[in-house]
């Protein structure tokens, strides 16, 4: 795919949706980066049900770390995996207390010392908390990025170094958001919806379908 076509694409990416976010919950740093940990294979609506109950009794490090791993799972027992994301998280918040004031780090290197954190969790916090120029690349990212041509790669880290090399510089800060929306809603991995995308006519996908 040349410069010109992904100009494009983003250009009404941003027309569309101006603003882009998260679909998750979260009013601080911290809420979001434990959001985010608990999203891994589950979804952003699950994850947003359990912190709705959350964080209203415990949403800052101390405080959860408080519930203890028992007591958190009350909270979370809903999403896929729970037990070993609340000892993650019970862990993650004793290390935020003890090595960085309590306060969510804004260095990838910290962010992923922290249990249950990944390279693409700290990605989406340093992205979206703290807007720096990073991109998290998940399942749809990863799908829509290839299958359109926009940045293809055998692996997320590939597609990850040719998004941050070729999206265009004035919309890379937000294209992590409108990619994910894309790929949720859009792009979809068992059938994509080609009949109602924006970008049907720039995308390279060579077998598109008819639906919308």
Same mark, same amino acid.
């Given at each position: 795919?040349?410069?010109?076509?992904?100009?494009?694409?983003?250009?009404?990416?941003?027309?569309?949706?101006?603003?882009?976010?998260?679909?998750?919950?979260?009013?601080?740093?911290?809420?979001?980066?434990? /959001?985010?940990?608990?999203?891994?294979?589950?979804?952003?609506?699950?994850?947003?049900?359990?912190? /709705?109950?959350?964080?209203?009794?415990?949403?800052?490090?101390?405080?959860?770390?408080?519930?203890?791993?028992?007591?958190?799972?009350?909270?979370?027992?809903?999403?896929?995996?729970?037990?070993?994301?609340?000892?993650?998280?019970?862990?993650?918040?004793?290390?935020?207390?003890?090595?960085?004031?309590?306060?969510?780090?804004?260095?990838?290197? /910290?962010?992923?010392?922290?249990?249950?954190?990944?390279?693409?969790?700290?990605?989406?916090?340093?992205?979206?908390?703290?807007?720096?120029?990073?991109?998290?690349?998940?399942?749809?990212?990863?799908?829509?990025?290839?299958?359109?041509?926009?940045?293809?790669?055998?692996?997320?880290?590939?597609?990850?170094?040719?998004?941050?090399?070729?999206?265009?510089?004035?919309?890379?800060?937000?294209?992590?958001?409108?990619?994910?929306?894309?790929?949720?809603?859009?792009?979809?991995?068992?059938?994509?919806?080609?009949?109602?995308?924006?970008?049907?006519?720039?995308?390279?996908?060579?077998?598109?379908?008819?639906?919308?």
């Amino acid at each position: 795919m040349n410069a010109v076509k992904r100009l494009e694409i983003f250009r009404r990416f941003h027309e569309d949706n101006p603003e882009p976010k998260t679909e998750l919950a979260y009013s601080s740093p911290f809420e979001l980066l434990i /959001a985010v940990i608990l999203s891994a294979q589950s979804t952003d609506v699950g994850v947003n049900k359990a912190t /709705a109950k959350l964080y209203p009794v415990a949403n800052t490090p101390e405080a959860i770390h408080a519930l203890g791993v028992d007591g958190l799972s009350e909270y979370i027992k809903t999403i896929g995996l729970y037990n070993s994301k609340a000892k993650n998280v019970i862990e993650t918040c004793r290390m935020l207390v003890e090595l960085h004031g309590g306060e969510v780090p804004q260095t990838r290197e /910290a962010l992923e010392a922290l249990p249950g954190v990944g390279r693409k969790t700290a990605n989406v916090v340093l992205n979206t908390a703290f807007r720096q120029l990073t991109m998290a690349v998940d399942t749809h990212i990863f799908r829509v990025s290839n299958r359109t041509g926009i940045a293809r790669g055998k692996n997320v880290v590939e597609v990850e170094t040719q998004l941050m090399k070729f999206v265009p510089k004035p919309y890379l800060l937000d294209s992590h958001h409108w990619l994910i929306l894309h790929g949720r809603y859009v792009c979809q991995a068992r059938k994509p919806r080609c009949g109602s995308c924006r970008i049907e006519d720039l995308c390279e996908y060579k077998d598109k379908t008819s639906d919308d």
